[in-house]
């Protein structure tokens, strides 16, 4: 499948893993954060080429990822402490905004079954407080509609938690990071401008289609 490539594929860019015409490194920013940002990745999301996760890394000096395999135990002994964190998971009953930051955002990169599935399997993650995002997603172009919170990619997700916690010069170059991402991955397929005009009437007339 299209969205299944390895970094080492001829002619893509062994670190952002896009077609070299296309590569995106020369423009990723350098985001610093105070937030330390732990993404428990579903294996099957690791080898995306679509996978946002992956992008806010080459932007956040303090993203680290734990891969989750078929020994749920196993990935749950290699988390880290995690005594002043909180993870971004939806919930009936959210946790408030803690007023102090916490030094750790835990989030979880899958589909939301995926994500439901590691989070049950994962008892280190049961004691923090969970919080989310309000509102609506952004009406942006995305590459994927499977869901991270209602429609959010993970870069976007991350992005909008850390503006939460550290505001929008953290948040804004993580945005705008997503939009390029988006934009050069759907130019390297050749669909970019076929995808623009879907997107924009659907914007004209929500109704249809
Ligand atoms: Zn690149």
């Known amino acids: 499948m299209r969205s299944h490539t390895t970094s080492d594929l001829p002619g893509r860019c062994r670190r952002c893993w896009i077609r070299e015409e296309f ?6 920013p350098l985001v610093e954060t105070r937030t330390r940002v732990l993404v428990v990745r579903h294996e099957r999301e690791s080898w995306k080429s679509t996978g946002t996760a992956r992008v806010a890394a080459l932007a ?9 395999d078929d020994d749920p135990a196993g990935v ?14 939806p919930s009936e009953q959210p946790s408030p905004w803690p007023e102090t930051p916490p030094s750790t955002l835990v989030v979880l990169d899958g589909t939301w079954r995926q994500t439901r599935k590691m989070f049950t399997k994962l008892p280190k993650l049961h004691g923090l407080p969970r919080v989310q995002l309000e509102g609506p997603p952004a009406d942006v172009l995305r590459l994927r ?3 991270f919170d209602e429609g959010r990619s993970t870069l976007e997700a991350i992005a909008e938690t ?6 929008a010069s953290v948040s804004k170059p993580l945005l705008e990071l997503h939009a390029e991402f988006v934009v050069r991955v759907l130019k390297a397929r050749g669909v970019y401008q076929q995808k623009l005009d879907a997107f924009e009437a659907a914007r004209r007339f929500p109704f249809v289609g």
């Open 145 to 147: 509609d499977t869901s």
């Open 60 to 68: 956040l000096p303090k993203l680290s990822f734990v891969d989750f």
């Open 23 to 28: 590569c995106i490194c020369p423009t990723v």
């Open 76 to 89: 749950n002994e290699r988390l880290p402490a995690l005594s002043d964190a909180v993870v971004l998971f």
């Open 162 to 167: 850390l503006h939460r916690l550290e505001g």
